[in-house]
């Protein structure tokens, strides 16, 4: 009871070192110890952060890379995602500078996309046994879709800037600034966003479901009333009224 006592009297501070405490273990700085408090930690302190590149956090490749502790470079914040799969752009730089292929796969937490079969990196796996000469194997590199990929003009095949706009139809699209071609998105990519936007639902209505008339229909009219003058009327009562009593009034 007595410890119960003291600890519920300073409960306010546990709040307060709680939150210290995490946000000192995202930043990697220090760390509470419970009789010395914030110390500096040996090295680098481990943040449970995830490392994003082009593997599943959850595959065993991802879990390799991530025991490595790779840094992630800072970022420039994009507000409204661009490019999407199976886009058809150029790229910019690199060995494959200038020519064109469609977006195989995106990790918008490190700003990438990757361009099927180009922008490759190579990597030599030896062979087993003395006669097997071993293989050369490709992989695809990431690009920046800020700096180093462009979407194409559909209507000249050539990289250009675009901006967002609303059709007739109040519908954003992407149009091309140097032609005013409308740059449309991937069909899958566009079902998947009205899905998320909410604009198209995949739901089937069941037995249970109330229908839509039955949600609409106005089965309330409000009086000025009473609660009594209604139970009456709708009775079919009539009250007898006294004349020698003065008329009342409620607002």
Not at 26 to 55: A, C, F, I, M, Q
Not at 227 to 237: K, N, R, V
Not at 241 to 248: E, G, R
Request: net charge neutral.
């Amino acid at each position: 009871m007595r410890l119960t006592i003291v600890l519920l009297k300073d409960s306010s501070k546990y709040v307060k070192r709680y939150l210290e405490r995490t946000m000192q273990d995202t930043l990697g700085r220090k760390k509470w110890k419970p009789h010395t408090g914030w110390v500096p930690v040996s090295g680098e302190y481990t943040s449970s952060k995830w490392h994003y590149d082009e593997n599943p956090v959850w595959s065993e490749q991802a879990r390799m890379t991530y025991k490595k502790k790779n840094k992630i470079p800072p970022l420039q914040p994009i507000k409204q995602w661009n490019i999407f799969e199976d886009d058809l752009v150029e790229i910019l730089v690199g060995v494959d500078k200038g020519k064109q292929g469609h977006v195989s796969q995106i990790v918008k937490e490190r700003n990438w996309c990757f361009v099927q079969g180009l922008h490759l990196e190579y990597s030599y796996k030896p062979g087993n046994t003395p006669t097997d000469p071993g293989k050369c194997e490709s992989k695809e590199k990431p690009l920046l879709v800020t700096t180093e990929v462009a979407l194409v003009d559909p209507s000249d095949r050539k990289p250009t800037e675009f901006e967002w706009r609303y059709s007739e139809d109040g519908e954003k699209v992407r149009v091309s600034k140097r032609t005013g071609r409308i740059i449309p998105i991937p069909q899958d990519v566009e079902d998947k966003l009205k899905l998320e936007s909410g604009s198209i639902s995949t739901y089937k209505k069941g037995n249970r479901d109330t229908a839509e008339k039955d949600v609409l229909e106005v089965t309330f009219e409000p009086k000025l009333a009473t609660f009594e003058e209604e139970i009456l009327e709708s009775m079919g009562i009539e009250e007898e009224k006294n004349p020698h009593l003065p008329k009342t009034y409620w607002y």
